[in-house]
């Protein structure tokens, strides 16, 4: 069952989620857009409220925080993407965050192919077998090396990513002032780890126009999610609650500019004065 987005933070919108809770709700499964936390705290009261569990989508959101709190910490699990669009890569794959001990035993048996080998390993049982479902999630060793010397540098590679974002921010405050774009909101008590950085156009032609405009002048900027629920395969199987105006609107409004890690300075240059080309106007 989806519920809509806040406009602020494009988070899901806290204050939705209650009334979608059904007797066949299991869990809550707030995303952390762009590494901005959601509201943890009302959703992991309602959650509490009718014996939810909350899986922590942090995809985006390695070493980002909440009120102090690293997202993927809160809620009973956290997911973290090391995909190779994300902060910390290692090509391919992610990582399970168990924050409820009753949770442990199961995870690692379906992260060893359904057996029980995590306790024969501790000594607990004489032998493993098969106990429950399960795959193979284990990542090879060339891979988790790879990962490992990511994750010595992480807040050197954030401090970097950062640096970027408020490059950015800080350019395109004119333009917010002017009506022309606005820029990403990070409300108070969020520490987000600049995952991406974004502009709502007005609309989808301007968007459209813009990426365009951008693309004449050799800078590269896309489009993000199309929303799950209008999705094809979403269409055939999910549920909303409520209208879901606001995402359909910033799903049409949402353009990211580049950032990556080795982006210079020169360039983020260039990515600001192609914008303001298109706007008309000088940075």
């Not at 168990?98 to 080998?117: F, Q, S, W, Y």
Request: charged share 25%; glycine share 8%.
């Amino acid at each position: 069952m989806f519920v809509d987005i806040r406009p602020d933070t494009l988070n899901i919108d806290e204050t939705r989620i209650e009334a979608a809770i059904t007797p066949r709700t299991k869990a809550i499964v707030p995303v952390h857009y762009a590494g901005v936390a959601c509201e943890m705290d009302t959703i992991m009261a309602i959650a509490k409220r009718h014996h939810l569990l909350v899986i922590e989508d942090a995809a985006q959101g390695i070493q980002g925080s909440y009120r102090g709190r690293p997202l993927g910490s809160i809620a009973h699990l956290g997911c973290y993407s090391f995909h190779e669009t994300k902060n910390i890569i290692s090509g391919e794959g992610g990582a399970l965050l168990i924050n409820d001990p009753a949770l442990v035993e199961r995870a690692e048996m379906i992260r060893e192919k359904g057996t029980n080998r995590s306790k024969f390993f501790r000594g607990q049982v004489d032998k493993y077998t098969w106990v429950d479902i399960g795959s193979s999630y284990l990542p090879g060793e060339i891979i988790a090396a790879f990962l490992w010397a990511q994750l010595e540098v992480a807040d050197s590679i954030t401090a970097r990513r950062l640096a970027i974002w408020g490059h950015y921010h800080a350019a395109f405050d004119t333009l917010e002032q002017s009506g022309r774009v606005r820029r990403p909101v990070i409300p108070e008590g969020c520490g987000h780890n600049a995952h991406m950085y974004y502009l709502l156009l007005h609309d989808l032609d301007d968007r459209t126009q813009f990426i365009d405009a951008m693309k004449a002048q050799d800078v590269n900027c896309v489009f993000h999610y199309v929303p799950l629920h209008n999705s094809p395969y979403g269409r055939k199987v999910s549920r909303v609650n409520g209208n879901l105006s606001v995402t359909e609107e910033l799903a049409d409004r949402l353009m990211r500019l580049p950032l990556w890690l080795d982006l210079k300075d020169r360039q983020i240059d260039r990515v600001v004065n192609s914008a303001f080309n298109y706007f008309g106007t000088t940075s």
